[in-house]
């Protein structure tokens, strides 16, 4: 997994120590504990061969780890309010760290090998910046939580190469196409999901299905680029056809959906949903195949593993829990956060499922077989 982000909410003492936990998920034991000084953990993220952990905290403060030893290899000084992360290879034996804030509007570019910062990159007007990277690992897009300009930056020089046309767009999700080529931007104020053309920085379509009242919580696109879903929270659950946009599935007709990731090879939609329940979903029939309903709370997030096997699932009743794909049923819930989890994700080979909570903590299962 390349660029995992947790984006932390909820409020915790800033005299919170940063700790990371290593636990087996089978047993439930704790495996490592990674602790630095006082500041919130807001996001975590692997680096590309998902050896190392880097960790962005509230005070600014941006860690890396040994995910094996629980050592902290270097700290890296970030601008007030680290939330945001993504990490691009540059170069064979290269990585470059992006970041957002939340409390000003500069991205920030660091050597992930030397810890040198590379640059800031200046742009933008407003604060809640948020960032991802093109699957090429090529380019950058920076994008404000708040209506603001939508910049894209060369990761190697980091130079600007343009703002997508049209004044300002508003971005609390973005999703690049698998072939780099479209990006998706849903806002967080409304039902509104915006297409783009990176090569032109034109606006390709606009889709509005969600229904006036409702807020864009999760974009994704399928691994072959065919399909995209999106859901919303005050709405429903749909599949577009990512070559005409046009609407092809309404999965759920009702409630409202948290979070959606597909299975790596596009078959199985997931969806969280607040009425404490995940659904999985055949792409290709739009049947609902399962209803996981073990949750006593909002599901937050939602993840499968690189293999498709196990999905998990992150929830505001403060646990994570692990299900097998093929048969629905439960293989571990897994407690210990004293807040709600909101985020869960798998590193690349499957090893490492973490979990982000509202607790200020970031916890790391090891998946046992």
């Given at each position: 997994?390349?660029?995992?982000?947790?984006?932390?909410?909820?409020?915790?003492?800033?005299?919170?120590?940063?700790?990371?936990?290593?636990?087996?998920?089978?047993?439930?034991?704790?495996?490592?504990?990674?602790?630095?000084?006082?500041?919130?953990?807001?996001?975590?993220?692997?680096?590309?061969?998902?050896?190392?952990?880097?960790?962005?905290?509230?005070?600014?403060?941006?860690?890396?780890?040994?995910?094996?030893?629980?050592?902290?290899?270097?700290?890296?000084?970030?601008?007030?309010?680290?939330?945001?992360?993504?990490?691009?290879?540059?170069?064979?034996?290269?990585?470059?760290?992006?970041?957002?804030?939340?409390?000003?509007?500069?991205?920030?570019?660091?050597?992930?090998?030397?810890?040198?910062?590379?640059?800031?990159?200046?742009?933008?007007?407003?604060?809640?910046?948020?960032?991802?990277?093109?699957?090429?690992?090529?380019?950058?897009?920076?994008?404000?939580?708040?209506?603001?300009?939508?910049?894209?930056?060369?990761?190697?020089?980091?130079?600007?190469?343009?703002?997508?046309?049209?004044?300002?767009?508003?971005?609390?999700?973005?999703?690049?196409?698998?072939?780099?080529?479209?990006?998706?931007?849903?806002?967080?104020?409304?039902?509104?999901?915006?297409?783009?053309?990176?090569?032109?920085?034109?606006?390709?379509?606009?889709?509005?299905?969600?229904?006036?009242?409702?807020?864009?919580?999760?974009?994704?696109?399928?691994?072959?680029?065919?399909?995209?879903?999106?859901?919303?929270?005050?709405?429903?659950?749909?599949?577009?056809?990512?070559?005409?946009?046009?609407?092809?599935?309404?999965?759920?007709?009702?409630?409202?959906?948290?979070?959606?990731?597909?299975?790596?090879?596009?078959?199985?939609?997931?969806?969280?949903?607040?009425?404490?329940t995940v659904q999985l979903w055949d792409v290709a029939s739009g049947e609902e195949?399962?209803?996981?309903?073990?949750?006593?709370?909002?599901?937050?997030?939602?993840?499968?593993?690189?293999?498709?096997?196990?999905?998990?699932?992150?929830?505001?009743?403060?646990?994570?829990?692990?299900?097998?794909?093929?048969?629905?049923?439960?293989?571990?819930?897994?407690?210990?956060?004293?807040?709600?989890?909101?985020?869960?994700?798998?590193?690349?080979?499957?090893?490492?499922?973490?979990?982000?909570?509202?607790?200020?903590?970031?916890?790391?299962?090891?998946?046992?077989?």
């Open positions: 997994m390349s660029g995992f982000e947790w984006e932390g909410w909820g409020a915790t003492p800033s005299s919170t120590p940063t700790m990371v936990q290593l636990w087996d998920l089978r047993s439930g034991q704790l495996l490592q504990q990674l602790e630095g000084d006082d500041g919130i953990v807001n996001c975590v993220a692997f680096t590309q061969d998902g050896q190392k952990i880097i960790s962005g905290s509230q005070n600014g403060k941006v860690r890396l780890w040994d995910g094996a030893s629980g050592q902290e290899i270097r700290r890296l000084e970030g601008t007030n309010g680290v939330t945001n992360l993504a990490i691009a290879p540059n170069g064979p034996d290269r990585e470059i760290l992006v970041s957002g804030s939340s409390y000003d509007s500069i991205v920030q570019c660091w050597d992930v090998a030397s810890g040198q910062e590379l640059r800031q990159l200046e742009g933008h007007e407003g604060k809640e910046i948020r960032v991802a990277i093109s699957p090429d690992g090529k380019t950058i897009v920076s994008a404000c939580l708040w209506r603001d300009k939508v910049i894209l930056w060369d990761v190697g020089s980091g130079q600007s190469l343009g703002q997508l046309e049209g004044g300002r767009s508003e971005a609390g999700s973005l999703a690049f196409s698998p072939d780099g080529k479209t990006l998706a931007l849903g806002s967080p104020w409304s039902d509104k999901i915006e297409l783009w053309d990176v090569a032109s920085g034109k606006q390709m379509e606009v889709l509005l299905a969600h229904g006036s009242s409702s807020r864009v919580t999760g974009i994704a696109f399928s691994p072959d680029g065919k399909f995209l879903a999106s859901g919303c929270r005050y709405g429903n659950l749909w599949l577009w056809d990512a070559g005409s946009w046009q609407q092809l599935k309404q999965l759920q007709e009702d409630g409202s959906v948290t979070g959606v990731a597909f299975s790596n090879d596009g078959k199985i939609l997931a969806s969280g949903s607040a009425d404490k195949l399962n209803r996981l309903a073990e949750h006593a709370d909002d599901v937050t997030s939602v993840a499968f593993s690189n293999d498709g096997k196990i999905l998990a699932s992150g929830s505001a009743d403060k646990t994570v829990r692990c299900w097998d794909v093929a048969s629905g049923e439960e293989i571990k819930p897994i407690e210990g956060h004293a807040g709600a989890v909101t985020a869960v994700a798998f590193s690349r080979d499957g090893q490492i499922l973490v979990s982000g909570s509202a607790d200020g903590t970031i916890r790391l299962w090891q998946m046992t077989r």
